[in-house]
């Protein structure tokens, strides 16, 4: 019998370099002070716009706050955004394409197209819609970016739900005289949800990314609050004297979205059984 194959030295940097970059995101998210002791919003005029170096690591702003402290305490309010977006448009998809799945033909139709209309906008220019009528803030961003993406949830999961109603284990339940709500909560929802990890996963990059440019924009955490996108918009007016202020918030998001991404495909693959 021969041994397996041992994975090639740049495939194994491919899967333990991003599981590295999302374990310090979860450290910064959790735990801050254990990769910083500076206080992010303690502003030293002196030391305004000061190069890294040994006094800060990767700098000062403008206001002579620690750009590392900032990165890594914003870290918090950026993906909280994104994982508070993503865990409501799950549950609001999940909810709306079982409703379609399982609803009359003429109301799956108007929820299907429903789906449609707001698949066709993009992501981010639907959720400024949404911010516009609720208004800026932490909430609005959330609700604004979950709304966004609830139809990539919901057709997903409509979908399924059409597969799995036809299976031969539902037939035999509806046989057996057990009631609607019983086999949609036993039968029909466990069964649709496989693919909800792997789009959660890739979902939550995106919805960094949303909030992040909705910060930029000045519609999400207000300063002095430390958030990815509100740093690259208070630095947009020092790139020439301090480039280090916004690339360290800037590589932050990149990396985040980057890393999610590769486990988010590589969880497709698993769960396609493309990979072992």
Same mark, same amino acid.
């Given at each position: ?23 310090? =995101? ?6 801050? !002070? &254990? ?21 800060? !690591? ?13 990165? @890594?305490? *914003?870290?918090?309010?950026? =993906?909280?955004? $994104? ?31 429903? +789906? ?6 993009? %992501?981010?220019?639907? &959720? /400024?819609?949404?911010? &516009?009528?609720?208004?800026? $803030? ?13 139809? #990539? ?22 046989? +057996?005289?057990?009631?609607? /709500?019983?086999?949609?909560? *036993?039968?029909?929802?466990? #069964? ?15 919805? @960094? =990314? ?15 609050? &430390? %958030? !990815?996108?509100?740093?690259?918009? %208070?630095?947009? #007016? ?6 280090? %202020? ?6 932050? =998001? ?23």
């Amino acid at each position: 019998m021969t041994a397996p194959a041992l994975p090639r030295p740049p495939a194994l940097l491919g899967r333990l370099v991003p599981a590295v970059v999302l374990v310090v =995101i979860g450290l910064a998210v959790v735990a801050p !002070w &254990a990769l910083t002791g500076a206080d992010p919003l303690a502003a030293d005029p002196v030391d305004a716009l000061a190069p890294p170096g040994a006094g800060h !690591w990767l700098g000062s702003d403008h206001l002579g706050r620690d750009v590392l402290a900032r990165v @890594v305490h *914003g870290a918090r309010h950026s =993906i909280s955004i $994104g994982v508070a977006a993503t865990a409501l448009a799950v549950t609001c998809g999940v909810l709306l394409g079982l409703a379609a799945g399982l609803s009359p033909k003429w109301l799956d139709e108007a929820l299907a197209r429903s +789906f449609d209309v707001l698949s066709t906008l993009p %992501e981010l220019l639907l &959720a /400024l819609l949404v911010v &516009a009528i609720t208004g800026p $803030g932490t909430g609005s961003v959330i609700f604004a970016i979950a709304v966004a993406q609830v139809p #990539n949830y919901a057709r997903v999961i409509r979908a399924q739900t059409f597969v799995v109603r036809r299976s031969g284990y539902v037939e035999q339940a509806v046989t +057996f005289g057990r009631s609607r /709500l019983a086999i949609t909560g *036993g039968h029909v929802l466990p #069964n649709v949800l496989g693919p909800i990890p792997v789009l959660a996963t890739i979902g939550l990059g995106q919805a @960094v =990314i949303a909030g992040s440019g909705l910060s930029f924009l000045g519609m999400g955490p207000q300063p002095p609050a &430390a %958030e !990815w996108g509100a740093m690259l918009s %208070e630095a947009r #007016n020092y790139l020439r004297v301090a480039w280090w %202020e916004a690339l360290f918030p800037g590589l932050a =998001i990149t990396l985040t979205v980057v890393c999610l991404t590769v486990a988010g495909r590589r969880l497709q693959r698993r769960f396609e059984g493309r990979t072992p």
